[in-house]
């Protein structure tokens, strides 16, 4: 069910929210939140990506691309995130709860504050560039008469 807001579409709060505290590491009591992050990366690789049974997040067992995002959002000033592997096919959760954030997915995007994209990593255990993983910057230098024209390196710590 969506709502007429103006220009644009605006669909209706996910049902179910689930998300996590970056300071508590732990699911809010609330779903309904003033802002939160989403995260989208390329899942795999050898490590399991799991919540535990008290829905409290162990941050030195997940992969480091969660870890990253943990760690932007808490930079970023955001105290909630959206990360669809902890909360889709987890072992102990019901297939009702797995179709309803699935089915949901758009309107979770649409809802995100923004959405953190790795798009350097070819699994979980990459990390999130400029967080942890150092960005690696090619500096171009053109020379046109007399005048050097070069790009200088963007400073990521006032960006974080």
Same mark, same amino acid.
């Given at each position: 069910?969506?709502?007429?807001?103006?220009?644009?579409?605006?669909?209706?709060?996910?049902?179910?929210?689930?998300?996590?505290?970056?300071?508590?590491?732990?699911?809010?009591?609330?779903?309904?939140?003033?802002?939160?992050?989403?995260?989208?990366? &390329?899942?795999?690789?050898?490590?399991?990506?799991?919540?535990? @049974? !008290? *829905?409290?997040?162990?941050?030195? $067992?997940?992969?480091? #691309?969660?870890?990253?995002?943990?760690?932007?959002?808490?930079?970023?000033?955001?105290?909630?995130?959206?990360?669809?592997?902890?909360?889709?096919?987890?072992?102990?959760?019901?297939?009702?709860?797995?179709?309803?954030?699935?089915?949901?997915?758009?309107?979770?995007?649409?809802?995100?504050?923004?959405?953190? &994209?790795?798009?350097?990593?070819?699994?979980?255990?990459?990390? @999130? !560039? *400029?967080?942890?993983?150092?960005? $690696?910057?090619?500096? #171009?230098?053109?020379?046109?008469?007399?005048?050097?024209?070069?790009?200088?390196?963007?400073?990521?710590?006032?960006?974080?």
């Amino acid at each position: 069910m969506s709502f007429w807001a103006g220009p644009q579409l605006v669909s209706k709060w996910p049902e179910s929210l689930k998300i996590v505290d970056v300071i508590e590491n732990c699911n809010p009591s609330t779903t309904r939140v003033l802002g939160f992050i989403a995260l989208s990366y &390329v899942s795999g690789g050898n490590q399991e990506v799991e919540l535990p @049974l !008290s *829905g409290c997040l162990l941050r030195a $067992s997940q992969p480091k #691309t969660i870890q990253d995002a943990l760690i932007a959002c808490d930079k970023f000033g955001y105290r909630y995130l959206w990360v669809h592997q902890l909360y889709i096919n987890q072992k102990y959760e019901d297939e009702l709860q797995d179709q309803i954030q699935i089915n949901q997915m758009d309107r979770i995007s649409q809802h995100a504050t923004c959405t953190l &994209v790795a798009m350097d990593d070819h699994d979980s255990n990459h990390g @999130l !560039s *400029g967080v942890t993983v150092p960005r $690696s910057w090619k500096l #171009t230098v053109i020379h046109i008469g007399e005048m050097v024209f070069y790009n200088q390196e963007p400073n990521l710590s006032l960006c974080m």
